[in-house]
């Protein structure tokens, strides 16, 4: 090692100062499962709020670091820092919106049924330890980074999955989990390592620059590029890696599953951006195609990402039409909705390399949108559930008399994402399907239009149980808390729908 | 005979790869669809100690670091399947990944 | 010809790595799943070794044969009736599944490990021991990874216990 | 301000509504039927203003816009933008070069684009986009025609705007809406179950309906349309018959279907040349340049769009299932205005922004078979109907026929016949549907078979019966004679009135020889109805004591059979509205939207 010691402590310790929202969460890991032990009896709500002042801290400590950019850690290399984590305005969105999402289940998880007498310490600690993962994620310039980020937050989900001993579903939802997941993360894992062996880095950086410099084997690139995305494609539950999707949604504590659906898959979509963002800095045809490969010239990250978004979209909206189980419904809807994010992500893709291109604006909106309208459902469905045992989509029945407001919101989110005005989730789909139409994916476009047109079928499966099917069983009283969460996640879908001018800019500075 | 070299070595970490995907996709047996993953893990930790040994520009050992990363979580991640494993065979008495599928309707 | 020592080493070594490897997957029952398992990762191993990169192979020795294959070794006793039950016949069926796939994969791979043409000029010679600077590195370069492993350890050690401990009276776990 | 109003006091009168306690039925009623009316009376305004020319022309609006826009950006740049302005077309192009290379640096631009730099340097460029799109909206041939225009900025970040205005096209169709909801809130008072969502809904769907019609600015438009969806899929679902939750999610899913294809169109539109506008009357203005492979695209996804909603064979099929099941008052402004949404549609959008596509050989020989398709197989369907109401359904298939075939002659007779057709439509089929809702209200069933001698027993009703069917069939003196005739004149005299014309493709004569059959079959169907249902004797003794029509009856069908024999006679009263608009209309298309 040719580092000057204190050098490297004094990347070490700057490296600390922009840690700290990290630090935070990893004691806050350490204190919840302390919890358990120490504080007698059964009391959920203590730990609760220890988690809640936690993440509240961890988010204080994070805001300043909107400001801070450039990479931390790592080493330095011919006169350039080699950081092993970024600080930017993109990482700090997706670490805020983990962070925003394992704040927002939590009152979930204080109201979900089979949590109510017992110890919770384990479970929070599970939690916030997934979001540790997620930042890191969202934060890796570093090939290594990024596979322990996704390892670090797909064990505390596997465990979090299977946290419900009692539950049969949850430890068969939890095993698959474990054992798809680490396959994924081989085949991943195996891919890495020929990006390893071709540029002969772990930082992205150098990636890009050695790649730039002499290039690579376009075979090479291609088949760690396929057997890469593989991982990726794992955790923003897209096709080919989504068929653990329904099993483990719906066995999981529904608390956790609206955690798993929406912090996970935007952790999924941060560090994949980031990935190929090193493989598409060249302006040559080299890297955004890959160039001369025998059997199709076109074929390139573009083409990869935009043939998985169509599938996703189109698998996930098929199977979810069968589907009888709420939460099996939701799952195979998050599918396809990971295939409508991916298009922007095609797009982002094909864009690099031109001025105006690059932009991830329409993806980063749409996760806003995404945040509120699946978390609202999510949320609806555990307290209905927790009532009134509902796991079927005929348990919904008469909601609309029985549980007015549960129901009002439970369809504005199914309509937002479905992708109706005056929805957040209209004016999200648009952005993604104009970004798709300018960069001259029509097709994809299309096929996302009918793909809209075929999930009106199975989200007015669930409305039309609510309110036009007749149930005689009294009302369901839900709480101020659950009301109040109701609110805070359903208005803003209404708001994103009609007066989304600011949160387009918004959405576009988070890029990069 | 030609001298040993990095292909030699990335032959093998292929076979070790093919190998465990035939595993994986072949057994039913959790535990044995896990062996079938540390195959796989093996092959990719092997790729990274031969690239690092005959292919890197420079003498660090980026390649063994990541390959010690993935045997660490190589341990975790079989202790996190087979803690889940025995919870599940404490309700239904399988580890049959086929078997343990209640929830499809 | 001239075979010298490496080479009859390398050789010795990847059919140690190989053929158990194929084992584990034609092996009948799960517990020789297991102990092929054993051999094969014992023949990556001294591929390490062969390498330079002794300490990944003590590594490799200690964590891998010495904790995971233990660790399965119990799983496969705490959750098999009987451990040594044959593969039942509908099953055979997938194995040649599982070896067309494989066979496929290698040559996909063969392919473009030859078609890359990766040169082996350059790289790390060697250069001795390396426990000393890979020390130095994880404790320098990568001290951020090697702390998070290690609330990664912590989380699943208490994760794990908890999912795998046995139920007591049922509410309270 | 006025057509703001009637827009949305419907959705005013919904939240109160909804606030209202639901026991207390009358009220609900009342309220709901109060708002219906007040919203009627700015249209009243409306269409008596529009019709007397009063009101600013919408170039003078969009102007004064314009300049107030000029006026507002920042100093710096202001001269540069009105000498840019003054060639508004050439700015077009400019944009489109402009947005290639927006991130360029100033010395790599060429001596065309170096004003466009130093407006964006003086932060200026929305300024000088906006008073582009207003120029050019202004030099719209349908800026000729539209009154009380309103104009504002909504969604700057995707230049959306809030622009409604009304002309000859769009007026009757208000003013049915207007009329129409009065009418059904009375006729609905039997509705016992669910009346507080029922009249909600029902005022949501007003203002949907009244959005569409009016607005101006393509996504707006898009709002409204799919506003529209909602509440009919809940009022068929819930209030409907057996079959309803078929019925109601058949309807939802096509017509969806139609509208993302149109909103892929309206993406591609507003990529198109870099101009990122939305705005229909500045896409008017500059659609004869775009080249015909994508106006055929945009012609073909708008028309998918559309003929969901007409319905044009062979995407009828939601349309009887919809009816049979809805409950009467859905199936009047169904049938009365939602099937209207796609003929405006075509007028307002399809040959508007694609010009030439609506004149070529392909479009025009699709849509006159679809229409010849529509007129006899419909007419043939409505025959073979065993039900009342899905009689008066295929009929309705049928008749939108004609809509589609003036249409594509392009002739001004064919024009006015078909728009003309649409109002008319509007007015019998709607009557009609409340007379098999009042028959239904007394039987419980809608046998065709089974009815019989209805005319003795309730003279009153048979004889609005009589004017409403006879109108559906044409006869002259009523006003679907007016409309059918016009549009077999038109669509006959395509192929000598366009001879020579290199340009457009004439509709050939054949496809009106074959439709005019389904004049016969009309006819025949309609005549054995009221054969089959009003005259003889009572088949059932029950039929003996059904009471004729109450007054809320009375006044749902008077101002119908008034309309239908006032513009029987004096259908100029109704054309003199449209034959401006049509006229500018049809010279823009024919011409290629070269004026």
Request: proline share 3%.
């Amino acid at each position: 090692m040719g580092n000057d010691f204190s050098q490297t402590q004094d990347l070490i310790s700057r490296g600390l100062a922009g840690f700290i929202p990290e630090l935070v969460l990893s004691a806050l890991v350490c204190v919840l499962l302390l919890a358990d032990l120490f504080i007698r009896g059964v009391k959920p709500r203590t730990t609760a709020w220890i988690a809640t002042i936690g993440l509240v801290l961890a988010g204080a400590t994070l805001w300043p670091r909107l400001a801070a950019s450039g990479e931390i850690f790592g080493w330095m290399q011919g006169g350039t820092q080699q950081g092993l984590l970024v600080t930017d305005r993109f990482a700090w969105f997706f670490q805020m919106f983990c962070l925003a999402t394992a704040l927002a289940t939590l009152p979930m998880a204080l109201d979900h049924a089979a949590f109510r007498a017992r110890r919770m310490g384990e479970y929070h600690a599970l939690v916030v330890a997934a979001t540790l993962g997620m930042f890191m994620m969202a934060g890796a310039v570093n090939l290594l980074i990024a596979w322990l980020g996704i390892e670090f937050a797909s064990m505390a989900s596997y465990l979090a999955t299977a946290f419900d001993k009692r539950d049969r579903r949850g430890s068969e939802g939890g095993i698959k989990y474990v054992i798809y997941g680490s396959v994924a993360s081989g085949v991943m894992l195996y891919g890495l390592s020929l990006i390893y062996g071709m540029t002969g880095s772990l930082h992205y950086g150098a990636i890009a620059q050695q790649l730039q410099v002499s290039g690579a084997s376009d075979l090479g690139l291609m088949t760690a590029a396929l057997l890469v995305f593989g991982g990726f494609a794992y955790k923003m539950a897209a096709f080919p890696m989504h068929f653990w999707c329904p099993d483990v949604y719906e066995g999981a504590p529904t608390p956790f599953t609206a955690y798993l659906s929406v912090a996970s898959k935007a952790a999924g979509f941060a560090v994949f951006v980031r990935f190929i963002a090193a493989f598409t800095t060249g302006e040559g045809p080299s890297f955004v195609a890959f160039g001369s490969v025998p059997f199709d010239a076109s074929f390139g990250w573009p083409t990869l990402i935009a043939a998985a978004a169509a599938l996703s979209m189109t698998v996930g909206n098929l199977a979810a039409l069968w589907q009888t189980n709420v939460k099996r419904m939701l799952a195979w809807s998050s599918v396809a909705q990971a295939g409508y994010l991916l298009m922007a992500v095609a797009v982002y893709a094909a864009g690099r390399g031109r001025p105006s291109g690059g932009d991830l604006g329409p993806l980063i909106f749409y996760f806003i949108a995404y945040f509120f309208m699946n978390l609202g459902a999510f949320h609806v469905v555990t307290v209905i559930a927790s009532r009134t045992g509902a796991q079927h989509v005929e348990d919904f029945n008469g909601l609309g008399r029985r549980a007015p407001w549960m129901a009002f919101g439970l369809t504005v989110c199914l309509l937002s994402l479905l992708g109706v005005p005056p929805t957040g989730g209209f004016t999200g789909k648009l952005q993604l399907l104009q970004t798709a139409v300018e960069n001259h994916l029509v097709w994809l476009a299309v096929l996302a239009g009918i793909n809209t047109a075929i999930s009106a079928f199975y989200y007015f499966k669930l409305i039309r149980c609510m309110y036009l099917h007749e149930n005689q069983a009294g009302l369901v009283t839900t709480g101020t808390t659950n009301a109040v969460l109701l609110a805070l996640l359903v208005l803003p879908v209404l708001v994103l729908g009609l007066a989304f001018s600011p949160f387009i800019e918004l959405s576009r500075s988070f890029g990069f | 005979m030609p001298e040993i070299g990095l292909n030699h070595f990335l032959i093998v970490s292929a076979l070790l790869f093919s190998a465990g995907i035939g595993v994986v996709i072949s057994r039913k047996n959790a535990i044995a669809v896990l062996c079938g993953v540390e195959l796989i893990l093996n092959a990719a930790a092997l790729n990274f100690v031969a690239f690092n040994r005959y292919s890197t520009p420079d003498a660090r050992l980026d390649g063994q670091i990541f390959t010690i990363f993935i045997i660490i979580l190589a341990a975790a991640e079989a202790a996190v399947a087979l803690a889940i494993l025995l919870n599940l065979f404490q309700q239904t008495n399988t580890v049959d990944v086929d078997e343990a599928d209640t929830m499809k309707e | 010809m001239d075979i010298n020592m490496s080479t009859v080493m390398f050789f010795a070594f990847a059919l140690l790595a190989v053929f158990p490897a194929f084992m584990v997957l034609f092996a009948k029952d799960i517990v020789r799943v297991a102990f092929w398992l054993l051999a094969s990762l014992s023949g990556v191993a001294g591929l390490y070794i062969i390498m330079g990169a002794d300490f990944l192979g003590l590594t490799q020795v200690l964590v891998y044969i010495g904790g995971i294959l233990v660790l399965i070794l119990f799983g496969i006793m705490m959750t098999s009736k009987d451990p040594l039950l044959k593969r039942a016949r509908h099953v055979e069926r997938s194995v040649v599944t599982g070896i067309v796939t494989g066979a496929l994969v290698f040559a996909a791979l063969a392919a473009v490990i030859l078609g890359i043409g990766f040169e082996s000029g350059k790289g790390r010679a060697d250069g001795g021991a390396t426990t000393t600077a890979l020390g130095e590195a994880l404790l320098t370069d990568y001290i951020l990874p090697f702390e998070v492993v290690s609330v990664l350890l912590l989380f699943v050690l208490c994760g794990a216990a908890h999912v795998a401990r046995r139920r007591k009276e049922g509410a309270h776990a | 301000m006025l057509l703001t109003l009637a827009i949305f006091l419907p959705l005013l009168g919904m939240a109160v509504v909804l606030l209202l306690p639901s026991a207390n039925k009358n009220l609900i009623r009342w309220t709901a039927t109060a708002f219906a009316a007040a919203a009627f009376i700015p249209i009243i305004v409306l269409s008596k203003g529009y019709g007397g020319g009063e009101g600013d022309s919408a170039e003078k609006t969009l102007l004064a816009q314009r300049d107030a826009v000029v006026a507002a950006a920042p100093a710096a740049a202001r001269e540069t933008i009105k000498s840019l302005l003054k060639e508004p077309k050439k700015l077009t192009k400019q944009l489109e070069a402009w947005s290639d290379h927006e991130h360029a640096p100033a010395s790599a631009l060429s001596d065309e684009l170096k004003p466009l730099a130093q407006v964006a340097a003086a932060d200026a460029y929305p300024a000088l986009h906006e008073a582009w799109e207003l120029t050019l909206a202004a030099e719209s041939v349908l800026a000729k025609d539209l009154r009380y225009v309103e104009y504002g900025q909504w969604i700057p970040a995707f230049n959306i705007h809030y622009f409604l205005g009304t002309d000859g096209l769009s007026m009757p169709l208000i003013f049915l809406t207007g009329l129409l909801w009065v009418l059904c809130f009375v006729y609905s008072y039997s509705i016992e179950e669910g009346v507080k969502g029922y009249f909600a809904l029902f005022l949501l769907l007003e203002t949907g309906l009244l959005g569409v019609f009016s607005a101006l600015d393509f996504f707006l438009f898009y709002v409204f349309w799919e506003i529209v969806l909602l509440p009919m899929y809940f009022l068929i679902g819930y209030w409907g018959g057996p079959n309803r939750l078929y019925a109601a999610i058949k309807f939802f899913i096509y017509t969806l279907v139609g509208s993302v294809l149109m909103l892929v169109a309206m993406l591609a539109l507003y990529w198109k040349d870099g101009m990122d506008s939305f705005n229909l009357l500045t896409l008017t203005s500059v659609s004869g340049g775009f080249d015909m492979h994508f106006q055929m695209w945009i012609f073909l996804a708008l028309f998918m769009g559309f003929a969901i909603k007409v319905p044009v064979f062979p995407f009828h099929t939601w349309l009887p299932d919809a009816h049979v099941q809805a409950p009467t008052a859905v199936s009047v402004v169904l049938a009365g205005v939602l099937l209207k949404m796609g003929g405006y549609g075509f007028y307002r959008f399809s040959y508007t922004l694609a010009p030439d596509a609506g004149v070529s050989q392909a479009m025009v020989l699709m849509i006159g078979i679809l229409g010849l398709i529509n007129i006899v197989y419909g007419a043939l369907c409505a025959m073979a109907q065993k039900d009342f109401k899905s009689l008066v359904a295929y009929s309705s298939v049928s008749h939108m026929g004609f809509v589609l075939l003036g249409m594509a002659a392009m002739t001004t007779e064919g024009m006015q016949g078909s728009v003309l057709q649409m109002f008319n439509h509007g007015v019998s089929s709607a009557m009609m549907f409340l007379l098999v809702g009042v028959l239904y209200e007394r039987a419980h069933h809608r046998d065709l078979d089974r009815f019989g001698g209805i005319g003795l027993q309730m003279p009153y009703y048979t004889g609005f019966a009589i004017i409403g069917f006879f109108a559906s069939l044409g006869l002259p003196g009523l006003n679907g004679f007016i409309s059918e005739a016009l549009v077999f004149m038109g669509s006959f005299n395509s192929s000598e009135f366009f001879a020579g014309n290199s340009t457009v493709y004439a509709l050939p004569r054949w496809i009106v020889y074959l439709a005019l059959p389904g004049v016969v079959f009309t006819a025949g169907y309609i005549l054995w109805t009221v054969q089959r249902v009003y005259m003889g004797t009572a088949k059932k003794e029950e039929y003996k004591t059904f009471k004729d029509l109450n007054w809320r009856e009375v006044f749902s069908l008077t101002p119908l059979a008034a309309m239908c024999i006032i513009f029987g006679v004096w259908p100029a009263l109704i054309l003199d509205y449209m034959n401006a608009t049509l006229d500018h209309l049809r010279a823009f298309v024919v011409s290629g939207g070269g004026i």
